[in-house]
Antibody, heavy 120, light 110 residues
Framework: QVTLRESGPALVKPTQTLTLTCTFS??????????VSWIRQSPGKGLEWLAR???????YYSTSLKTRLTISKDTSKNQVVLTMTNMDPVDTATYYC????????????WGQGTLVMVSS | QSVLTQPPSVSAAPGQKVTISCSGS????????IFWYQQLPGTAPKPLIENNDKRSSGIPDRFSGSKSGTSATLAITGLQTGDEADYFC???????????FGGGTKLTVL
């Protein structure tokens, strides 16, 4: 059974850098052709795709946030990490990691999400 | 604002049918598969419909999807109180080179 779990700080201050970690179980990042994205949802709002890293280390970013985002993976720990710089209160949201089984497929497995609040 | 447009809310009585629309453009819906997700209160989204009209694993046939041109539709028949949730459409956008979603539609089963 594939599970994803997000972890990171619940509260960050404006201008700080956010680091979120997505830890997998039930599959290996080093042996599976998978595609992992970060998606966020502001309170009461819709979904916003942020970034994706592929099994072969190809990376894709939201055009509007590209300058602030970095996605990476640590196959030895079965983790995908997202950093977002210069956090602002408008970045307050629940951040999800989600997996696609193939490049153009659905997000078929999601983590439970982690709520990040940006406030001084 | 979301790239894909959905009605904010829909409602219907138990046992009835409801449809949820998703409107986009030639660079997203018209050119790529559309996906639908269900988000029950306090939980993460889960896949409902993939590749326009294929039900995801474990999804009953009360749920169906269709696509025509730059729009897509999710239909739910035999409504149950357990169907109360937010529903999102999503697809790849060739111009933005990004996955895009609708703003979500809140379904109320009266």
């Amino acid at each position: 059974q594939v599970t994803l779990r997000e972890s990171g700080p619940a509260l960050v201050k404006p201008t700080q850098t956010l680091t979120l970690t997505c830890t997998f179980s039930g599959l290996s990042l080093s042996t599976s052709a998978i595609f992992v994205s970060w998606i966020r949802q502001s309170p009461g709002k819709g979904l916003e795709w942020l970034a994706r890293i592929d099994w072969d280390d190809d990376k894709y970013y939201s055009t509007s946030l590209k300058t602030r985002l970095t996605i990476s993976k640590d196959t030895s720990k079965n983790q995908v990490v997202l950093t977002m710089t210069n956090m602002d209160p408008v970045d307050t949201a629940t951040y999800y990691c989600a997996r696609q089984g193939y490049s153009s497929g659905p997000f078929d497995h999601w983590g439970q999400g982690t709520l990040v609040m940006v406030s001084s | 604002q979301s790239v894909l447009t959905q009605p904010p809310s829909v409602s219907a009585a138990p046992g009835q049918k409801v449809t949820i629309s998703c409107s986009g453009s030639s660079s997203n819906i018209e050119s790529n598969y559309i996906f639908w997700y269900q988000q029950l209160p306090g939980t993460a989204p889960k896949p409902l419909i993939e590749n326009n009209d294929k039900r995801s694993s474990g999804i009953p046939d009360r749920f169906s999807g269709s696509k025509s041109g730059t729009s897509a539709t999710l239909a739910i028949t035999g409504l149950q109180t357990g169907d109360e949730a937010d529903y999102f459409c999503g697809t790849w956008d060739n111009s933005l080179s990004a996955w895009v979603f609708g703003g979500g539609t809140k379904l109320t089963v009266l």
